[in-house]
């Protein structure tokens, strides 16, 4: 199996379908977010608060490159929402693995995103419009990016148990996995 990479907007369903997709395959996941956390000893936030974004993605183009190059090929690694945006990170995803794009449309994140803002220091206290302003200016900024990926996956809705199984089936045939 390919060393697999999903990339997408915070809330796309990069870590849970991740994992699940490791799972069922039987093989290893690596979540690159908690790879930064349990290597710096500190939280996202907590990175963000002290070293600034410029800190944080210099943290996360490095664990990017640990990351792949430590592990086997059988490997599914979801990286954060703004890994392939910087430096030629999506060049090095690409030339080390298949890249899979989490899609989702704007209202179906803004839903997800919603509920789990508090952990994600870009979104932390924007209100439904205010998130709407950002995830609009961002992910218009952001498609160059994640549109680089080879393979492109429209996740859906994923707000419950059912939406995963469905959405994991599908993303299973799709790769063959
Ligand atoms: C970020 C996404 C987060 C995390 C950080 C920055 C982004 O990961 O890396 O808060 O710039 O989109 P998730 O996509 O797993 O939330």
Redesign the pocket.
Known sequence: MERVFLIG???SG??TLGRLLAERAGCRFIDL?EYIVKQQGKS?NAIFAECGEEGFRNI?RDALHEVAESAEESVVI?T????PCFFDNMEYINANGKSVYLYSSQEELLDRLERYSAS???LKGKNREELREYVSAALSQRACFYNKASVLFDVGALMNRRDVEDALCRLRRLLHM
Not at 80 to 83: A, D, E, I, P, Q
């Open positions: 907007f915070m809330c990069k870590t977010d996202v996360e979801a954060g929402g703004g890994t994600r220091p870009l």
